[in-house]
């Protein structure tokens, strides 16, 4: 059946998905705002003002300089030009004769390790002041200022130094140093013999040995045959559990939760793994300004090594607010405040409101709005599960359907393992539908949602490898008309970084849906039935647009879906890049798609990266435009599409 889109369809607008992009705006007050009164920024970028901080220099002192890195390779050059702070800084003043020479002296340093990165163990710095070798200045040296200062640095790379002969001591013995990239004939660079050593630290540590420590690093540099000889030793000690776990610094939560919630009093085998997830657990309770676990310098008498948790505590209570645009939807607004910690144990309340679609009608009754109030009990019962509750309510006003909903649910969430959650709870949902294509209708359903999820994924915001994958069920029982249905659903995306620092990602989703039981559609919830279309689906199409359509060209919802998107993730540069990409999904009645209406969409986007993930903008086009639909969309936000 070909859909078109009536005049009806024309005057009406979308609700958006909480997973729907669109152009957003949140502005973060920092220090950085409120203190430097000269500057403004947002996500770290200057809008306008100076972005240095003035300081007044005592007895300036003006400096030219000049660079030679005489036959060095166009790498080596770079590099060696990034490290000359000297010439990068020449137009600010150093304050006094001897602030010259003690910049000097602090690139010759800088400069040399440079070499020495680069396995050039037998390149030089020569650097002047004035015409005078620096080590040949006097203590407090005395320039002509009548003009700047001149400064040469003068830097011969020397020829390059490969691995001589690799020697392991100690307990480092017998480990092949291959392993450690420390192959004769290989590259010699000091970073590299740096990394090796504190590699073979820690990987003894990962054997459970916490006192695990270098004893010997020699390098000796042959320069008739331009070779390095490596001998590297370290000792392990004994592998020992983890101990008694204490706490400082906590004062309005309980130091007992910290220490139980850190699951590092259960005594298993030292790991250094195991400290950083439990600093990471701990971290995102959100209470905390500041983690740090320390170790014991020695093993208790009882063989196990005995930790102490520092912790700094944030401010409990927050706001916030955000602002974003739709070329599809119109305007938003969304507000909240929380606490973080109720009772002592990181138990979170928090409390939300949004509108959205202001703009696309000037009549307010038919904004949608919602309000939530969430609970959330961390370590609930025990340290591996987490308690949420929740009560919404929306106001919701689509071409689909105009529906209210109240909906209060309650579930646990299990950490299986470091990948693998389970969820399960309960449901209850009260809805009104008003303008759906069955007419005016009242639900109160009840539902045991379950599911499971495995997240493999290396960066949550931007992944460059792993996958995630979702399986989820949703038993329900409709009280009015006694029906029995059941949703399920499942999705994974895949990820996989090529070339050189991952600057070629290629990007993979696929979801599926069915809705199985009832007698028909009408005795399902229309905010239960399937739709596809927006920024968290198919780009370019209207959200909730994709339907199956009844003679009236009214959306009917489905009961089945299927959706594929694929994502080339290309880096321009360190902070730019570029997404070309496309969706494929299609909506059926039946509880099987049947891909009879397949729809897609097609379009690029610019990432921007920042410390919180990276910033989203893609323009979608509708590859099969219903008729009078969405011609084309914007969509906007914070991380990747998925």
């Not at 010759?108 to 020495?116: G, S």
């Not at 198919?538 to 909730?544: A, P």
Request: proline content about 5%; charged content about 25%.
């Amino acid at each position: 059946m070909q859909n078109h889109m009536t005049g009806r369809r024309k005057g009406r607008r979308y609700a958006k998905a909480g997973s729907a992009a669109a152009i957003a705006t949140c502005l973060f007050l920092s220090p950085a705002l409120v203190e430097n009164a000269y500057a403004f920024k947002i996500f770290g970028i200057t809008l306008f003002g100076d972005d240095e901080d003035k300081q007044d220099v005592i007895d300036p002192v003006r400096y030219t300089a000049t660079l030679d890195t005489t036959d060095a390779d166009d790498e080596l050059k770079e590099r060696l030009e990034t490290a000359a702070s000297l010439v990068n800084d020449e137009k600010l003043p150093v304050s006094g004769d001897l602030g010259v020479v003690i910049k000097a002296r602090e690139d010759r340093e800088r400069l040399v390790a440079v070499l020495y990165e680069e396995a050039r163990y037998g390149g030089t710095v020569h650097i002047t002041v004035a015409g005078t070798d620096i080590d040949a200045l006097p203590p407090n040296p005395t320039f002509d200022h009548s003009a700047p200062i001149p400064v040469a640095v003068r830097i011969e790379p020397g020829p390059l130094f490969h691995v001589g002969s690799v020697r392991f001591e100690r307990d480092a013995a017998g480990r092949n140093p291959a392993d450690y990239d420390l192959v004769p004939g290989g590259p010699a660079g000091s970073k590299l013999i740096l990394k090796a050593g504190e590699q073979i630290v820690l990987d003894l540590k990962k054997e459970g040995r916490p006192l695990a420590k270098p004893i010997e690093r020699q390098i000796t540099a042959d320069h008739s045959k331009n070779t390095i000889d490596v001998v590297l030793g370290a000792v392990g000690g004994p592998v020992a559990p983890f101990g008694v776990v204490s706490v400082k610094g906590a004062r309005a939560v309980d130091p007992a939760f910290i220490s139980r919630y850190s699951r590092l009093d259960k005594g298993g085998r030292y790991s250094p793994e195991q400290l950083k997830k439990a600093s990471d657990r701990l971290r995102e309770l959100g209470v905390f300004s500041s983690i740090t676990i320390k170790e014991s310098d020695a093993l208790a008498p009882n063989g196990s090594l005995p930790l102490m948790i520092e912790v700094s505590e944030g401010k409990f209570r927050y706001f916030g607010f955000g602002a974003e645009y739709s070329s599809l939807d119109g305007a938003g607004l969304t507000g909240y405040w929380g606490h973080r910690n109720l009772f002592g144990e990181a138990e979170s309340l928090r409390v939300e409101g949004a509108v959205s679609g202001i703009g696309a009608t000037t009549d307010v009754t038919t904004f949608n709005y919602s309000a939530g109030i969430i609970f959330t009990k961390p370590g609930a019962y025990v340290p591996e599960a987490t308690f949420v509750s929740r009560l919404d309510a929306k106001s919701e006003t689509t071409d689909a359907y105009d529906a209210q909903s109240i909906t209060f649910s309650a579930g646990i969430t299990y950490e299986l393992n470091d990948t693998d959650k389970l969820t399960a709870g309960g449901e209850i949902a009260y809805i009104k539908t008003d303008e759906d294509a069955y007419g005016k209708n009242d639900y109160l359903t009840f539902s045991v949602p379950v599911g499971f999820e495995r997240d493999t994924r290396d960066n949550k915001l931007d992944p460059t490898e792993g996958y995630h994958a979702t399986l989820s069920a949703k038993p329900s029982y409709e009280a009015f008309r006694g029906s029995i249905f059941s949703s399920f659903e499942g999705s994974i995306s895949g990820y996989y970084g090529m070339g050189e620092d991952d600057r070629v990602v290629l990007a993979a989703r696929l979801s599926a849906g069915t809705l199985v039981g009832a007698d028909n559609l009408e005795s399902i919830p229309a905010t239960r039935r399937f739709y596809l279309g927006g920024g968290g689906s198919v780009r370019g199409y209207e959200f909730r647009e994709i339907s199956p359509y009844n003679s009236d060209d009214e959306a009917l919802g489905g009961r089945s879906y299927g959706i594929a998107s694929f994502e080339v993730r290309l880096k321009v540069t360190e902070k730019v890049g570029i997404v070309p990409f496309i969706d494929v999904g299609s909506v059926s009645t039946e509880i099987a798609p049947d891909f009879s209406d397949i729809r897609a969409g097609a379009g690029i986007g610019v990432r921007y990266a920042t410390p919180f993930g990276p910033l989203r903008l893609d323009v979608a086009l509708p590859l099969q435009r219903y008729e009078g639909g969405s011609a084309y969309g914007i969509y906007a936000g914070i991380g990747q599409a998925f």
